[in-house]
């Protein structure tokens, strides 16, 4: 089960328990009730994807609210990809991060602030208690780690 951070990780959990069933099925039962669950949720997943990204996420230069760049974030990380920037990289480096951290944080992270116009693109900061990454959007399909830090007095 993927929870999701700003909120939205109640309405998954509250979805994949609606799907589980109510149990005590045969095994022959559970796997046409799984098959079926996947089906569903790939259908799910499609219009999902269409209702957040109509119209949206596809320009750089399109501001998103806080609660669309939450959505389009949470899309993007299973069916889209991470491209991180060269700064990102040494930031991750110099604060001894790695991709799954960085991932971590987009997963788990709340987008709190309105995002920021910086050379020609909308940033969004991503935050959890212990570190901060910054990102943006690149089509619908991408997200650009622009820089990312670990919080000062928050060790691992």
């Not at 109510?22 to 269409?50: F, H, Y």
């Not at 320009?59 to 993007?76: F, S």
């Not at 709340?110 to 910086?118: G, L, N, R, T």
Request: aromatic share 4%.
């Amino acid at each position: 089960m993927l929870l999701v951070g700003g909120g939205h990780g109640v309405a998954v959990e509250q979805q994949a328990l609606e799907l589980d069933g109510g149990g005590g099925e045969s095994p022959a039962e559970a796997i046409a009730t799984k098959d079926d669950r996947s089906a569903a949720l790939d259908n799910s997943s499609t219009i999902a994807r269409e209702s957040i990204v109509a119209g949206k996420g596809g320009d750089p230069t399109t501001r998103l609210g806080v609660l669309e760049a939450r959505k389009l974030l949470t899309w993007i990380l299973p069916h889209g990809s991470v491209v991180f920037s060269g700064h990102a990289r040494r930031e991750m480096d110099d604060d001894d991060l790695n991709e799954p951290d960085v991932v971590n944080i987009l997963r788990a992270g709340m987008i709190a602030d309105a995002p920021d116009f910086e050379r020609g693109t909308w940033r969004y900061r991503v935050e959890t208690d212990r570190m901060c990454a910054v990102v943006s959007f690149n089509g619908r399909s991408e997200v650009v780690v622009v820089t990312v830090w670990r919080k000062k007095g928050r060790g691992r």
